[in-house]
Structures are given as structure tokens and as C-alpha cells.
């Protein structure tokens, strides 16, 4: 079992920025990858990006260019980046982990509020 902690959400107004960072315990053996998906009310859970055990990153085509994911493997710690923020990236967003073999391991998450 990964136990996995998100920080970094909040209220900010459309243009601005935030960083989000998951932290996880645990073992991560085996690992496939790391990212985050986000869920906006009445939608399904979507991807926003994930980065894969040997590097390789994969974005929704909404969030290229705007975010960027990255992975400290020293801390286990996985963060997202958000420039450029909408209206429509308010979400919940969660932080999640997929090792080979196993399902996902997936944070509380936490709310990110792009609103003037």
C-alpha cells in the first residue's frame, strides 16, 4: 500500500499559477508511473499528466504547454506545475501511483479554484 498526500491547491484568479506536490510512503516498487487526474463536478475523472518510471511524460491535450510534471525520486514526491490557469481547470485534483501489477494508489485530494 502507497499512502500518498497532496499539497498545494487553492483559489486563484484565471492567468495565475500553482503548484501542486503529492508525497508518497510507502513501498513504490515496480513502478509504472506517477501523475495526477483532476475531476470537475458532474464530469468524469480525467487524466492531466503522468510521468512514467523511466522519464517519459504524457499531458491532456488541455494542459499542454500550460503544465508541467515532474518527479523527485530522492523524496518520492511527484508535482504538477500549473501556469496560464482557466476557469475550466477548477477540479479536484488527485494524485495517484500505478506500479506494475497492482491497482492504483490514489491521495484525498485537494481543490484548485481558478476564479476572478
Known amino acids: 500500500q502507497v499512502q500518498l498526500v497532496e499539497t498545494g491547491g487553492g483559489l486563484v484568479q484565471p492567468g495565475g499559477s500553482l503548484r501542486l506536490s503529492c508525497v508518497a510512503s510507502?513501498?513504490?516498487?515496480?513502478?509504472?508511473?506517477m501523475g495526477w487526474y483532476r475531476q470537475a463536478p458532474g464530469k468524469q475523472r480525467e487524466l492531466v499528466a503522468r510521468?512514467?518510471?523511466?522519464?517519459?511524460?504524457d499531458y491532456a491535450d488541455s494542459v499542454k504547454g500550460r503544465f508541467t510534471i515532474s518527479r523527485d525520486n530522492a523524496k518520492n514526491t511527484v508535482s504538477l506545475q500549473m501556469n496560464s490557469l482557466k476557469p475550466e481547470d477548477t477540479a479536484e485534483y488527485y494524485c495517484y501511483v500505478k506500479r506494475v501489477g497492482v491497482s492504483e494508489d490514489w491521495g484525498q485530494g485537494t481543490q484548485v479554484t481558478v476564479s476572478s
Open positions: 510507502g513501498s513504490i516498487g515496480n513502478l509504472y508511473a
Open positions: 510521468i512514467f518510471s523511466l522519464g517519459g511524460t
